[in-house]
């Protein structure tokens, strides 16, 4: 769908790049630019710059673009639904469209239809005579009927056969390869479609806006059997699990300013249908940069609730870490004689859940229990390795306030005294201090890459360097694209990389008509990560000092160079022949 110039101007007024930003990072001024931690990567110094003419760029992991692109990257959509979401934020209409949109072809609304059709199937399935099987384990989980409706749980049978689901779905009027396409079943080597899955109790991943986007489904089979415990979705057009948390559709709307959060989806429904309705967990892989950002919309302090064992003691430092570098507060609940939320629950009830949430420790006290139990601090290299560990903890999360009160603890429980341990910590500061500005330096030359700092006669660049520069100049200085000379020379055929030789095309055309283009029109033609890379290249540009047109004619002129040098090498073997018989005409005439 194509969207007119003067609607994309319109939105982008109505959205702020840095009031939509701003929703999911902490923005800081520096000189005319603004940054902030990057929402897609994890770091610890920020990357991510949002410019004066409203397009950002992140130089760690080059994410780039303009408010729609940043809007498809954070809610995992296309170009049109990016578009949709910024005008229902503004209270714009959509003007109408034509069908030339040719971004990629997803008709997300049909897919989304898709997975709530399968979810009705299955709890159809769980709440029929067929799903009792299911429904007594459910029940000896502490579930009841009430539960099973609030959370929209299923059933996936397949003690009959293998397809149930997949044929409900073909009757119902779905392709086999958008089955496949929604990880909700398979096409074997005789064109049949099978159920991915098999005997689980399904959980439907409902996204924030009330959307079924995945499921995930825990095996209830004979024990021993091999099969795993839990099948997830993969990722499909409208879902990335690293962007979603499960039960945030109900959580969100039990107005507190807090989550709990939890590794497994039984966790967080056992909670839920305790009462502790702010409840999420994660979607079968550690916590992500991504879901950090959502759970900031909905919360200021976070109660991790992981599970007691190794793996869950290493995920819940990992998630303290990213929140802590989001400015989410971090609190830690220790399940003492359960092995996860769902047994603590049962074997003890909510209220003494609720006395660990109001006893709860903040991140640095967890942190530091723990570390003065891993060490034995009767000799002095336990001693040591305590303090090697607790500073560079205190130097890179605390406050000047909590820092002297941990400095104070460690001074007790290592009998060093609190002022060698304050001089001690200064110096890890310096250190990490210069750590990161190495880090930065590192990051700006790898970026560099084919970009030469020195402007004027002489530039060298390799191939991909000539074609980024050139790009880069145009889409920094968009008047340039209004020059006819450079149009008449500016041919797409110059560029050998697809993507350069593609922007060339989409930048000519949509300056054809003597106006010039806005970023977000580019978001119609390529995608999310396409404009990051176009992004990196103006980004790159604007560090130099010199992207005036001297420069511009000269990277073009050594394409135009390459170009005939590569044409002349490359003549067929035709035109050699016809240029040897007239040079040899040619000299018989001389001798004659």
Known sequence: MAFPQEFIERLKQANPILNVIGRYAQLKRA???????????????????????????????????????????????DYPSAVEILADRAGLALPDQDRTYQGPKVDTKRLFALNACAARFYYDKLVSPEGKYARDYLVSRGFDLKQISRFGLGFADSR?????????????????????????????KNGRLFDYFRNRIVFPVIDASGRVVAFS??????????????????????????RNLYGL????????????????????????AAGFDNSVAGLGTALTVEQVSLIKRYAETVYIC????????????????????????VKVLKLDGAKDPDEYIRKFGKNKFSQLIEGANGQM??????????????????????IDSVLPLLAENSSELEAEIYLQKLSNATQI?????????????????????????ERAAQNAGGYILKAGPGLKFSTNGREENLIGI?????????????????????????????????????????AGFDWGKLGESFGADEIGVLSGYSAKRAALADNGTDVLFEILDSLEKKAADSGAKDEPLETWLSKLKKDKTKDKTKDK
């Open 31 to 77: 000189g005319s630019n603004t940054v902030c931690r990057c929402p897609f990567h994890s770091e610890k110094t920020p990357s991510f710059t949002i410019f004066p003419d409203d397009h950002f760029y992140c130089f760690g992991c080059g994410a780039g673009g303009d408010v729609i692109t940043f809007t498809m990257k954070i809610e995992n959509v």
């Open 160 to 188: 009959k056969n293998w397809d149930e689901l997949c044929s409900h779905l073909v009757r119902e009027g779905y392709a086999a390869e958008e089955i496949k396409t929604m990880f909700l079943g398979g096409i074997n």
């Open 217 to 242: 489904g825990r095996f209830i089979g004979t024990p021993g059997e091999n099969d795993r415990k839990y099948f997830n979705t993969s990722d499909t057009p409208v879902y990335k699990k690293s």
């Open 249 to 272: 559709n109900i959580a969100k709307n039990a107005k507190k300013n807090w989550l709990i959060l939890c590794e497994g989806n039984m966790d967080a429904v056992a909670l839920q």
């Open 306 to 329: 992981y599970d007691s064992d190794e793996a869950g003691v290493k995920a819940a430092d990992k998630a303290m870490r990213l929140l802590s570098s989001a400015g989410v507060s």
């Open 365 to 386: 006290e967890y942190r530091f229990r723990n570390l003065v139990a891993r060490f034995d601090l009767s000799n002095m290299d336990g001693r040591k390795a305590l």
């Open 417 to 441: 005294p609190a002022e060698t341990l304050r001089r001690s910590l200064a110096l890890v500061r310096r250190r990490e201090a210069a750590k990161a500005k190495k880090e930065i330096s």
């Open 474 to 514: 145009l889409l920094l200085r968009k008047e340039y694209l209004l020059d006819e000379k450079l149009r008449a020379r500016l041919s797409p055929s110059l560029f050998e990389n697809d993507l350069n030789r593609r922007a060339v095309e989409k930048l000519l055309e949509l300056t054809s008509d003597g």
